[in-house]
């Protein structure tokens, strides 16, 4: 079965960076869009980040550029989220989830969900 498991997350302080992975298992990694969303306590889940089956394109969600960056091993079925410069309103519970054909914003395009990893940044 497909699962995709995230690690990296942790407690930091603010300014501080992390790298989140997600390494996904039980499917053909290099056909699927990779995308990171987050959610915070009593929030929706939101849109991180999304990089492209091939590793092309990036997007983000406007309040992140320059400060996240997605990238992805297609050989190391592995999708990545630096995060620098963190903040406390980056605190949240952060997912990776994998989409086939095209790539998306919205959490209900996404095919495939790892569990969470927590990300708590303290000031």
């Known amino acids: 079965q497909v699962q995709l498991v995230e690690s990296g997350g942790g407690l930091v302080q603010a300014g501080d960076s992390l790298r989140l992975s997600c390494t996904a298992s039980?499917?053909?990694?290099?056909?699927?869009?990779m995308g990171w969303f987050r959610q915070a306590p009593g929030k929706e889940r939101e849109f991180v980040a999304v990089?492209?089956?091939?590793?092309?394109?990036?997007y983000y969600a406007d309040s992140l550029k320059g400060r996240f960056t997605i990238s992805r091993d297609n050989a190391k079925n592995t999708a990545y989220l630096q995060m620098n410069s963190l903040r406390p309103e980056d605190t949240a519970v952060y997912y990776c989830?994998?989409?086939?054909?095209?790539?998306?914003?919205?959490?209900?395009?996404?095919?495939?969900w790892g569990q969470g990893t927590q990300v708590t940044v303290s000031s």
């Open positions: 990089i492209t089956d091939s590793g092309q394109t990036d």
């Open positions: 039980g499917l053909t990694f290099s056909n699927y869009a």
């Open positions: 989830a994998a989409k086939r054909w095209g790539y998306s914003r919205k959490t209900t395009a996404y095919h495939y």
